[in-house]
């Protein structure tokens, strides 16, 4: 009998679902691999099978001495962690090379992780997730689904939406639609040195999403200096990344180097 769920996890038990997943890791014959939330262990056991080395981290008390017993080899180590607080950097230095990282994450934690994941040093990530967030990742200024989250993510990563996951894959089912992407870390220089502040001018221009970006920069930046912004009238989601640069370089000059013509 499939076990009960006790941290709002949907396991997921199509194999081609999880075949699809694995092959959109690429080759990890020579790499290490980070799964965070292995649940049941059915990605596991085919990655032990194709990765030179696997951490898994489940943060379930039960799942994961189960998992540790049906899994735990000189490839594969589980460990009982919260993955907010797994040490990617340690884990890449003792292994000698960069981490791919793989997960079927909980809707609850998703953000962090992502938010985690994309910052880190690693050739790919590759995520199953609610089809709702995907769709936030992948889409363009002007699009209903285009926010922060995506704006945030696009900063650190290239991300690629690979396939759709009906509920059906899971037990037990979800109430909605999942999907797999991939994170390629690292893709994109524009030549933001601090990068938290840039992203709180970010926050700032969503705050209040329908307004215009004057309405919401005005009580920071002053009436005077955002009238004459060409953007003023805009909306945060018709502002592309490289917009959000520009407008950040003229309230913080100093802190962005000038972009060279490529």
């Known amino acids: ?8 996890q949907n396991f997921l038990h199509d194999q081609n679902a999880i075949r699809r997943i694995v092959a959109a ?7 290490t691999v980070v799964e965070i939330g292995p649940g049941q262990g059915a990605i596991t056991g085919i990655l032990a099978n194709q990765a030179a080395c696997v951490i898994a981290i489940e ?8 998992l540790r017993s049906l899994l735990g080899s000189d490839r594969v180590t589980v460990l009982e962690q919260d993955v907010l607080q797994f040490d990617f950097a ?3 230095a003792e292994a000698r090379q960069k981490l791919a990282v793989v997960g079927n994450l909980p809707y609850y934690i998703t953000s962090p992780i992502l938010e985690k994941t994309a910052a880190l040093d690693i050739p790919r990530a590759v995520f199953l997730i609610q089809k709702e967030v995907a769709q ?5 200024p002007g699009e209903r689904d285009y926010g922060f989250l995506t704006v945030r993510t696009a900063l650190f990563a290239g991300v690629r939406l690979r396939f759709d996951v009906k509920p059906g894959a899971f037990h037990p089912p ?9 994170l390629e870390p690292g893709q994109r ?9 840039f992203l709180e001018f970010v926050g700032l221009c969503f705050r209040h999403k329908r307004k215009s970006l004057r309405n919401n920069l005005v009580e920071a930046y002053g009436k005077e200096q955002i009238d004459a ?16 640069r520009e407008m950040w370089q003229r309230v913080a000059p100093a802190v962005l180097p000038p972009v060279r013509p490529a």
Not at 25 to 31: I, K, P, R, V, Y
Not at 231 to 242: D, G, M, P, Y
């Open 59 to 66: 943060l379930d008390r039960e799942l994961a001495p189960r």
């Open 229 to 244: 912004w060409p953007e003023a009238r805009l909306r945060a989601e018709q502002i592309s990344l490289e917009g959000f």
């Open 136 to 140: 936030r990742l992948v889409a363009q």
């Open 174 to 182: 979800p109430k909605v639609d999942s999907a797999v992407v991939t």
């Open 189 to 197: 220089d524009l030549g933001i040195s601090d990068r938290a502040a």
């Open 25 to 31: 890791l690429g080759d990890t014959s020579a790499q």
């Open 1 to 8: 009998m499939p076990q009960k769920p006790k941290l709002g």
């Open 90 to 92: 340690a884990a890449a």
